[in-house]
């Protein structure tokens, strides 16, 4: 970003412990806690994610490929993820959360998957959190904890999500993250 003749950059990268680095104009660095920031991990213009992973990660099928894709940069997250499920393992869930963000990112660029390619695999575990990347009310997206306001906002009066909608319910924030970084987007305002 340019500014009164100067080139500006923010950059971020996580800190041990789960926390985060961010700057702004007024006033420094901070760290904080492993919530959700309000800036990506990673600055857009220098997105980890290049289009030979995108293809990759849409191939990938079932825990085990989807636990092999190689998104290292992504590791800071496996400790906020607890699981001895044998199949779904921390590892996997990324994977998943990541090719999820792939096929937002696609479809956010207008492709479309008229076969199983965009679908996710389903886990069993529990969704407790919701990411939209573009709906009819929010252009830009939102995430929210609350099931009811993510399916009143995804979902038109027949029950059916909207065609041009890109919306997936995840069971932790922290597969949030890795869906956001798959989709090369940073997070959208929480809808409470």
């Known amino acids: 970003?340019?500014?009164?003749?100067?080139?500006?950059?923010?950059?971020?990268?996580?800190?041990?412990?789960?926390?985060?680095?961010t700057g702004s104009a007024a006033g420094g660095v901070r760290s904080g806690p492993a919530e959700p920031p309000t800036e990506p991990r990673y600055v857009l213009d220098h997105d980890p994610v290049g289009r030979a992973l995108c293809t990759r990660a849409l191939a990938a099928q079932g825990p085990a490929e989807l636990a092999a894709l190689p998104v290292r940069f992504l590791d800071y997250l496996l400790t906020r993820l607890r699981?001895?499920?044998i199949t779904w393992s921390p590892q996997a869930r990324l994977g998943?959360?990541?090719?999820?963000?792939?096929?937002?990112?696609?479809r956010l660029e207008g492709h479309?998957?008229?076969?199983?390619?965009?679908?996710?695999?389903?886990?069993?575990?529990?969704?407790?959190?919701?990411?939209?990347l573009r709906c009819?009310?929010?252009l830009e997206g939102f995430w929210t904890p609350d099931y009811s306001k993510y399916i009143d906002l995804v979902k038109n009066s027949l029950g059916e999500f909207y065609s041009e909608g890109i919306s997936h319910g995840f069971a932790t924030q922290a597969e949030i993250e890795a869906y956001l970084v798959g989709a090369g987007?940073?997070?959208p305002p929480r809808l409470p």
């Open 96 to 106: 998943r959360a990541f090719k999820a963000g792939v096929v937002g990112r696609y």
């Open 1 to 21: 970003m340019q500014l009164a003749g100067l080139q500006i950059t923010i950059t971020a990268r996580p800190l041990a412990g789960g926390g985060y680095l």
């Open 83 to 85: 699981s001895s499920h």
């Open 112 to 132: 479309v998957f008229p076969d199983q390619t965009g679908a996710s695999d389903s886990t069993p575990f529990r969704n407790s959190c919701y990411i939209c």
């Open 185 to 187: 987007r940073p997070w």
């Open 136 to 138: 009819p009310q929010y």
